[in-house]
């Protein structure tokens, strides 16, 4: 069974969707005022992984992943550069999504905030209708934090002083703790027309509304950055949970650790900031999935070129070893008689198997999964390579094809095309002429030819009557 840690509960839980076979997880996306950093990706590949692995169980997964598109970060933006704010927004949801792209992620539904205006003013109207908010004299809206008796309780925050927000609107909301549905418009800002006047959004509300939208008013996950839960997370919960008149609201809410650099938080105030747009240019991006996915999620992952590089060999080691199973599949026959050795490397594959997921089941230890991926490359290199059997060879492609469901690193090398097929063959071709070189003794050119391949990323291992290549990075 799959246990995760519930930042509500405070505890690891066993995982018990509201539906039997289906799981709908919302996450809280970008605000889209910059180029997407590190820390972005972290939260978005953990989010990724979780679903990932709930697939793989048999789940029917929605993910919805919301895009913040108005806010007050966005406005200075565009005051700043002079341009309208559809100008920021658009900027930099293209950078997003090339880097969703890019690292693999592929999410179901992408909600903005400016398309679900009129969603927001019904769901605002409701709360006001039954007495969990109010209307200010300049036409702003807020959520009476004293209505709801359970706020605190998700991000542990129990002194009311802790829970000021919004210092520029204290003059008048009720209480300094009360927070903002709706802003009255300013002077040179965007907004929409509203029953409380012009105005727009206040940030939490949107979380609130979209996800209810799209999955319903009670749903399986709700997840984001650790520095979400307050007053973010704590804020949907409350105005969720009293319109739709259910507790929980959410099930599990999941949250992502910090990024450090030199064991400081990044932020832009230190000026430590790494932007993927930049860091991808240098690392692969399926390099960058595996540092990510070296520390478990709800730890800080630190930032650090040698950690990049230990990720880097890590992947160069799966592609090699894709590569040989794949080859080793055109070269070996049917399989008619094991004996106790080739039995036991297949119950060795099996039990890698059995620990991968009981390692994924503990609140998505990837870190622990990845020692168990390295042991099956290790089988791959150490048995099979040296005595290969169909039946070992088919079952560690089918393992490592498993795995890569949950990692997603590999799509590039399981799936043969007709391209990767010719390459094959003319791979083939100089290994042959190298091997006629070192039958009539030329040395020298066989050494050339090795060499060279060497260079193009292509290894060769000699034998005594043979020689055998691999692909590498």
């Keep these: 069974m799959l246990m995760l840690y519930n930042t509500l509960s405070k505890k690891v839980e066993e995982f018990k969707p509201l539906d039997e076979f289906r799981v709908k997880m919302y996450f809280c996306g970008p605000t889209v005022y910059d180029y997407m950093h590190i820390g972005h990706a972290r939260a978005y590949v953990a989010a990724d992984v979780l679903k990932r692995y709930l697939s793989l169980k048999g789940y029917d997964v929605l993910h919805i992943q919301n895009i913040t598109d108005i806010d007050d970060k966005i406005i200075k933006k565009a005051n700043d550069e002079n341009v309208s704010w559809e100008v920021i927004t658009e900027r930099y949801v293209k950078d997003y999504m090339d880097m969703l792209n890019k690292l693999n992620i592929k999410i179901h539904i992408h ?21 969990y908010a109010y209307v200010a004299p300049s036409g702003s809206v807020y959520f009476s934090v004293d209505s709801y008796p359970y706020y605190g309780e998700l991000s542990g925050r129990v002194d009311r002083n802790e829970w000021r927000q919004e210092e520029e609107f204290l003059a008048e909301k009720r209480k300094p703790y009360d927070f903002a549905l709706w802003k009255a418009a300013k002077p040179g800002e965007p907004y929409w027309e509203s029953p409380w006047g012009k105005g727009r959004p206040g940030w939490h509300i949107e979380c609130s509304v979209m996800s209810s939208k799209y999955l319903g008013s009670q749903f399986d996950i709700h997840g984001g950055g650790q520095d979400l839960i307050f007053p973010h997370h704590e804020n949907e919960r409350a105005q969720s949970e009293v319109r739709f008149g259910l507790r929980p609201w959410v099930r599990y809410w999941f949250h992502v650790g910090y990024l450090t650099i030199r064991k400081e938080k990044m932020s832009k105030s230190l000026g430590n900031v790494v932007y993927l747009k930049d860091l991808l240019n240098k690392v692969r991006p399926e390099v960058l999935r595996l540092w990510i996915l070296s520390a478990h999620y709800r730890t800080p992952l630190e930032f650090s070129e040698e950690y990049l590089e230990n990720a880097n060999k890590l992947f160069n080691r799966l592609v090699s070893s894709v590569n040989l199973l794949k080859k080793l599949l055109t070269e070996v026959g049917p399989t008619h008689y094991l004996d106790e050795r080739d039995i036991n490397v297949l119950r060795e594959l099996s039990s890698i198997r059995e620990s991968f997921y009981r390692a994924m089941d503990d609140d998505l230890n990837t870190p622990k999964a990845l020692a168990y991926v390295y ?6 290199f150490r048995d099979l390579e040296q005595r290969p059997t169909l039946a070992s060879i088919l079952k560690a492609y089918s393992i490592m094809r498993e795995f890569n469901e949950v990692l997603g690193v590999l799509d590039n090398y ?36 090795r060499s060279e391949l060497m260079k193009l990323g292509i290894k060769l291992m000699d034998y005594k009557d043979r020689s055998r290549w691999v692909l590498e990075l």
Aim: charged share 35%; proline share 2%; net charge negative.
């Design 111 to 131: 909600p903005r905030v400016s398309d679900h205006i009129k969603d927001i003013i019904e769901f605002i109207e409701d709360l006001i209708s039954k007495g």
């Design 375 to 380: 042991e099956l490359t290790t089988l791959v």
């Design 414 to 449: 399981i799936y043969t095309g007709v391209k990767e097929e010719l390459l094959n063959k003319l791979i083939e071709l100089l290994v042959i002429i190298r091997q006629k070189h070192r039958e009539i003794k030329d040395y020298e050119t066989a050494d050339w030819i």
